[in-house]
């Protein structure tokens, strides 16, 4: 009634998947909140997911108003030992299933991706998801391709996501160019430490204050300016 779009919720995590997450560890267990909530909301209350067994309820209200569900991957990978396991395969069968349901009822659905997936298995994630999911539309959580480059997820999510989006993973590309224009700035910030003095304040002030492609502009100008001066050149600024 007030408006909503899409809901993402966690249907596809049952007590079948618990069943094989249960028979196959991970190093790195549930990284996704609303499925560890839901996880561990079955286990203590012994219980199927509520969002599973009255999912047809839920299709009814999303009918009526409108409304696009996002299946959520509750047991998509924390870490790259634990990419394309069981656990995930398991979930994706029950996110197809859910998907025909839906669209039985005239409800859209999307299904979300997986997150930590090493380079040589997201062709393999694209065509596994396509394939169980009849081609519903499919978008990742980058994917990132390493485990070892905290606080650069801008960078291991544009090597994946681009991957991802040249091998059918849909509403991909807007992240892919907002992913790679993080890494355009964090590169000249690189050069901008290497060639000048006293850059860093600079550019830092840039960046905040001009977020479009505008910078790379600024910081090129920027950049010939104080190097010309450096060397005695002309400056054409």
């Not at 997201?122 to 519903?136: D, G, S, W």
Request: charged share 25%.
């Amino acid at each position: 009634e007030d408006g909503i779009d899409f809901l993402t919720i966690h249907a596809g995590l049952n007590r079948t998947c618990v069943d094989r997450l249960k028979n196959n560890k991970r190093l790195t267990k549930i990284v996704s909140r609303g499925g560890s909530i839901l996880f561990q909301w079955m286990i203590l209350n012994d219980k199927e997911n509520p969002f599973y067994e009255h999912y047809d309820r839920l299709l009814e209200i999303c009918r009526k108003y409108d409304v696009t569900l996002s299946l959520g991957d509750g047991l998509r990978p924390g870490s790259i030992a634990d990419s394309t396991d069981a656990p995930q395969i398991q979930e994706l069968i029950i996110l197809g299933e859910l998907t025909k349901r839906a669209w039985e009822k005239d409800v859209q659905v999307m299904i979300e991706g997986p997150g930590h997936i090493p380079m040589h298995e997201i062709v393999t994630n694209m065509q596994i998801e396509k394939k169980l999911c009849h081609n519903a539309p499919f978008y990742v959580l980058g994917p990132l391709v390493t485990d070892v480059a905290p606080g650069y997820d801008h960078i291991t999510a544009a090597i994946g996501g681009a991957i991802a989006a040249a091998n059918g993973a849909d509403s991909e590309v807007n992240k892919v160019a907002e992913s790679s224009k993080k890494f355009l700035y964090f590169f000249i910030h690189l050069l901008y430490n290497i060639f000048l003095e006293n850059s860093t304040y600079i550019i830092r002030e840039i960046y905040w204050k001009n977020q479009s492609f505008e910078i790379i502009e600024v910081l090129i100008a920027y950049f010939f300016r104080f190097k010309w001066h450096k060397t005695n050149d002309c400056d054409i600024i």
